[in-house]
């Protein structure tokens, strides 16, 4: 049993944590902090209902709301001194009060401290001004706004001086602002956080020992949480955070750095024939010379497969510089060993492409290669499956359809993903699960940042295609609003008439609400005004096997001039001789797709174009910021750094992996320097005590068994 398995399998010991900042002898942390957040005082059922919406369920789960922003609050403030923008309290005389009863009923009164005066406003707040009336003294605090030139708090605190003489005038603090919803606002959760912070901090195992903590400048646990909630600075708010942040990213490195020892120390694989006739055999077969960086990658690959190890790689490269060539030449390899090569592929319409394309390079020679899809009629599917199961089916190109437990391989040797980020990462452990020890390699054309890189990827070793095929050039991209389309299909016209194809990408299939262009609407219009004396094709996913393979032939054969299509089309497609993508909409499109999809011009020698067309709202060129990334550049690793930076990280994490966590504090993934030191500082722990077995580890299994559960059992899928 490896080291994954025993920490999935491992039941909670029902010890109390011990109450000192030492590593806890008995891991598990005391029961409070499981317990339904419902049973706290002050929560109850109905608002335990509403912090459910948020996430909360447990009192653990409550010390992990951290907050979202934080508000200096400056104290007691003279008027004269206030400034927009800062919270404040200030005391002083009202000299006026009115009350407007129209909806929203509204109440004002003006406060005077000798050095200026400040309006004061509460909406539907009725019986004020029973309490606030001329002459009287009270104490205000809030946000300081401005209302023609003179200071304004709008729905303020306040107190009536006389009931709160004894009280000291406030001090400057620091507020924690939490997310709250329409049922529960912030300063409520507020109250709860803080009623319950202390004690429930007191429940909190740490991880490490203090002088360990020291050396890296960290709190401990409980002092971080403390500190998140109720920070006396902003300088003390950050050194909280980035303590969490390290013992989150910690734990995952953690896992990271087991997966990977299980993978080369506990897993076994084939070892592959690598030899020079194998070699030999396999360039025969593509007729062309390969670039550096792909001879670069292939001598990689080879070093990993003939190992009696798992490969576990990870292959980042652009669009069109040759990742395809790359793959079949490792499955090629598995295939000269005696075993079989599966690629999946994530639509239906790439793993036709695939299909073909490995189809024609491997023209002449003995491979089998068989498609495995939905829309595979049953006689093939049938010669398929059967010639995957007597091994007879070298390669296997498919979708996720290859994944169903009716396939069963002989030789499963080699899988390769291609555009690894549309797969969960459960959908490829089914198959790891049920062919432990096969050779891995995950591909993908949208290059990822170094951070998210060694964040969510760090299991893989990675290698990059940075150099493409010589003769390319770069795509001229132009970004355009509306009032200039004309002119971007005058241009399209001009290109067609020089004998060049085309392609144009719509959000919509059919006529929609959102009067989005649709590839329907678009090929009547065209048909009728620019493109009435060229061939036209429309492509979707909605279009059977048959109807797709033969437009695709017939744009490939030159028959079909304009492809008109959604973004099926953003991968996989291959035909030199279009020149020209224009996307309609363009600013209904992700930075990564419409690097993805400009990547379909641009694979001969021709100069080619990209026109990215957006509405008026929305703005062309400097006005977007992903529109204007298209324009700066065409490297797709400036493309994913630019991506990073306008949807921030949380965004992205969120839907690149299912199966991968969410952190806590995203914004703390962009610290490069703490990632490193927590990956650093795993992988170190990893290689002194692999199985996790020595007493200061034991607080570590358990907090990954509680935090990733049955996410465990992916501990070697890629």
Known sequence: MGVMDAISAEQKSGASAARTNEPSAEPEEAAALDRPIQFLKGVGPARAKALEELGIVTCRDLLDYLPRDYERFEGHRSIGQLAPGELAAVEGEIIQTRIMRRRPMRFEALLDDGSGRCILVWFNRWGLEDQIQPGVRIRASGKIGLFQGRPQIVQPKFDLVEAAQDAPPPTARINAVYGGTARLASAVIARIIAEWLEPLCSEVDEWFAEPWLQERKLLTRRQAYQQ????????????????????????????????????????????????????????RLLHFGLTHAQEKVIAQIKADISQPRPMNRLLQGDVGCGKTVVALFAMLMAVASGGQAVLLAPTELLAEQHYLTLGRYLAGSRVQIGLLAGSVVAAERARVLAGIQDGSMGLVVGTHAVLGEHVAFKNLWLLVVDEQHKFGVRQRGSIRERHAGVHTLVMTATPIPRTLAMTYFGDLDVSIIDELPPGRSPIVTRSINQALRPKAYEFLVKELNRGRQAYIVAPAIEENIQELASVESLATELRAAWLAQHAIGVIHGRMDKAQRQALMEAFRAGEVRVLIATSVIEVGIDVPNATVMIVEHAERFGLSQLHQLRGRVGRGDQQSYCVLIADEDAGAGEKNPRLAAMVKTSSGFVIAEEDLKIRGMGEIVGTRQSGRPDFHLPELLFDEALLSLSRQDALALVQRDPHLISPESRVLRQAMRRQYGDMLWLADVG
């Open 228 to 283: 998140s909630h109720q920070p006396r600075s902003l300088p003390q708010a950050y050194q909280a955070r980035r303590t969490l942040a390290y013992h989150e990213f910690f734990l995952y490195q953690l896992v990271i750095g087991l997966k990977r020892y299980h993978l080369k120390h506990l897993l076994t694989a084939k070892p592959l024939r690598v030899d020079d006739e194998v070699d030999r055999r396999i360039r």
